[in-house]
């Protein structure tokens, strides 16, 4: 019973880089979000999909961009990094009211 | 000031100990209330989970919410080595798009 995994679990980028951050849950859940975590923040919420083919921004979506591949898989790209988005990347899923199931993130650093 | 406090420690109590862990809010509309364990380099994994007002326990661990103050509490009784983890408050007035994160307390129990 996998729950929600996320890959890669590291990543450096450059300055300027791109990548996708992927996430797939295994629960059957409509709804998935994509966090950031930093020191001293809490989590903040980048972009949420409450459903299948739906996608919304959330606190802090600048300089990312998401897709809702299928009810599984919903996935984070950086078109081009910044110093300022090295942080630590949450993945989670839930139904409607149901508490979040997070994955064991990504831990993204940007030179 | 952040619509969710929390003090980020450490506290570091003997084994054995009751530990008090506390959010205060500042929205008078949360009423889903959410207490989530962080262990080091993993992913939050809900603990408590409480609607509105109360009391409600699980075992060493019993949340408390008191929206009067606007206050919220978590207790742990007979804290052990393993409790050891940052913990995380978060709060929604009516849907997990919504949910407010509190920065997170991390607890030291020393043997």
């Known amino acids: 019973n996998a729950g929600v995994t996320q890959t890669p679990k590291f990543q450096v980028l450059k300055t300027g880089q791109s990548m996708t951050l992927q996430c797939a849950q295994d629960?059957?859940?409509?709804?998935m979000y994509w966090y950031r975590q930093d020191p001293g923040m809490g989590l903040r919420l980048i972009y949420y999909?409450?459903?299948?083919?739906?996608?919304d921004k959330g606190e802090v979506p600048n300089g990312y961009n998401v897709s809702r591949l299928n009810k599984r898989e919903f996935s984070l790209r950086l078109e081009s990094a910044a110093p300022s988005q090295t942080s630590v990347y949450f993945c989670a899923s839930s139904d409607r009211l149901s508490p979040l199931h997070f994955g064991n993130g990504t831990r993204l650093t940007v030179t | 000031q952040k619509e969710v406090e929390q003090d980020p420690g450490p506290l570091s109590v003997p084994e054995g100990a009751i530990v008090s862990l506390n959010c205060t809010y500042s929205n008078s509309a949360f009423q889903y209330f959410m207490w989530y364990r962080q262990y080091s380099r993993k992913g939050p994994e809900l603990l408590m989970y409480t609607y509105s007002s109360g009391n409600k326990e699980d075992g060493r661990f019993t949340a408390q919410v008191d929206k009067s103050s606007k206050y919220i509490s978590l207790f742990i009784r007979d804290s052990q080595p393993s409790d050891s983890a940052t913990y995380l408050c978060a709060m929604s007035a009516d849907s997990n798009y919504q949910l407010i994160w509190g920065a997170g307390t991390k607890l030291i129990i020393k043997p």
């Open positions: 629960m059957n859940h409509n709804s």
């Open positions: 999909s409450a459903s299948e083919g739906t996608t």
